[in-house]
């Protein structure tokens, strides 16, 4: 039986290992739990039909990894998770502008009609009602309630996945891979002297991915953006079922259960590895999240997360086999929307690595592009 390795844990890993798993094939994950994975710091909005950005490639994406989600979800619950992270809580767009909310609405439902039926009923809804959904917000945002949109927690995601990967075989291995090879093939995956035969490796590794590759001569361009977000909690107030919030400016706010909310985030992208929470950062969320939702000013701070995004060149995501090296793929660049995509993106690089179909064309996502001089 052919031997798979996937090196990388997040969400994008762990589903790549979970839908090979499902295949029967000997698959292998490891992980070495950097901080600052963008899994572990992420609360992902599953919304991108509002998004403004044009690029058709990226748009392609993250619709199919939402219309993904409730296929995966039912997967995962009939193997008994039940605790997926993911919950269909509906989102609200506030805009002050009138010009722009009809803009919005119109992209929404052109959208819908072009092959995205997930994306629910599109409301427009006045102040006072998106203030009965999400009471901390502020007067005067006319609004669009989105009712297909949703909500995930990370880390209960990537959990889920490794669990029930699990179950179907694979084995997980935390410590530093060094991937072992004679001419252009991987052979091998080392993990603390321990060598792992492999005849397919997979490269997950977020914004870690630049350093495992470089020792074979690939100059694999990721960068890592800065994020850092913020935890709330409203005593005595049930949140579980607050829809999502995307204001006029770049940020959002989520609620889960027990009275917590998530507001952020910022996009530091030259801040390297930083894991620092700071003031700055810290500003900046908390400014533009009581702009918005003042009710929110009596909360608890409860933590910050900090996460590095991978973001390759033209921030355009990218999967599939490194060029002219025969057993290697990657996938990498999902960037702000990993929780959106990521899913999606394990299952089509499963499909890809297998030798089956895949929904999305390869070429559009092209692994060439984030390869630099040696490539």
């Known amino acids: 039986m052919k031997k798979y390795i996937v090196v990388g844990g997040g969400v994008l890993g762990a589903s790549t290992a979970y839908h090979l798993a499902k295949e029967g094939v000997d698959v292998k994950i490891i992980d070495r739990k950097d901080e600052g994975q963008a899994t572990e710091a992420a609360a992902g909005i599953v919304c991108p039909w509002l998004a403004q950005r044009r690029n058709k490639r990226w748009y392609r994406l993250v619709k199919g ?48 009609e072009d092959g995205a039926p997930e994306i629910g009923e599109i409301t427009r809804i006045s102040s006072e009602e998106a203030r009965k959904m999400f ?29 029930v990967a699990e179950k179907h075989g694979v084995e997980r291995i935390h410590g530093d891979a060094s991937l072992i090879h004679q001419g252009q093939k991987v052979t091998a995956v080392e993990v603390d002297g321990v060598r792992h035969q492999a005849d397919e490796v997979i490269v997950t590794a977020g914004s870690w ?121 990657v996938a990498n660049g999902l960037g702000a929307s990993g929780l959106t995509s990521g899913p999606y993106v394990g299952a089509e690089l499963a499909r890809l690595v ?5 929904e999305l064309d390869p070429a559009d996502y092209d692994v060439s592009e984030a390869l630099g001089s040696n490539k």
């Open 354 to 358: 297998l030798g089956k179909e895949t």
């Open 135 to 163: 009471p901390p917000l502020a007067e005067g945002y006319d609004a669009i309630h989105v009712s297909g949109a949703a909500r995930v927690n990370g880390r209960e995601l990537r959990d889920a996945l490794l669990r």
């Open 65 to 112: 990894g939402a219309r993904y989600y409730p296929e995966l979800i039912r997967q995962l619950e009939a193997e008994g998770e039940k605790h997926t992270g993911y919950r269909r809580v509906g989102a609200i767009s506030l805009q002050r502008d009138e010009a722009k909310l009809e803009k919005t609405i119109e992209r929404a439902l052109k959208r819908r």
């Open 209 to 329: 991915a630049k350093p495992i590759l470089k020792p074979l001569g690939i100059d694999f361009l990721v960068h890592p953006q800065k994020a850092q977000i913020v935890h709330l909690d409203l005593p005595n107030t049930e949140t579980e079922n607050w829809p999502v919030i995307m204001p006029p400016n770049n940020q959002y706010m989520l609620s889960f259960g027990g009275g917590r909310v998530v507001i952020g985030a910022t996009h530091e992208t030259d801040a390297g590895f930083d894991g620092r929470s700071t003031v700055g950062g810290l500003h900046y969320v908390f400014d533009k999240a009581l702009e918005v939702a003042p009710g929110l000013y009596d909360s608890t701070f409860a933590e910050t997360r900090v996460g590095f995004r991978p973001f390759t060149p033209g921030s355009l995501p990218v999967f599939g086999g490194i060029p002219e090296w025969s057993n290697l793929y």
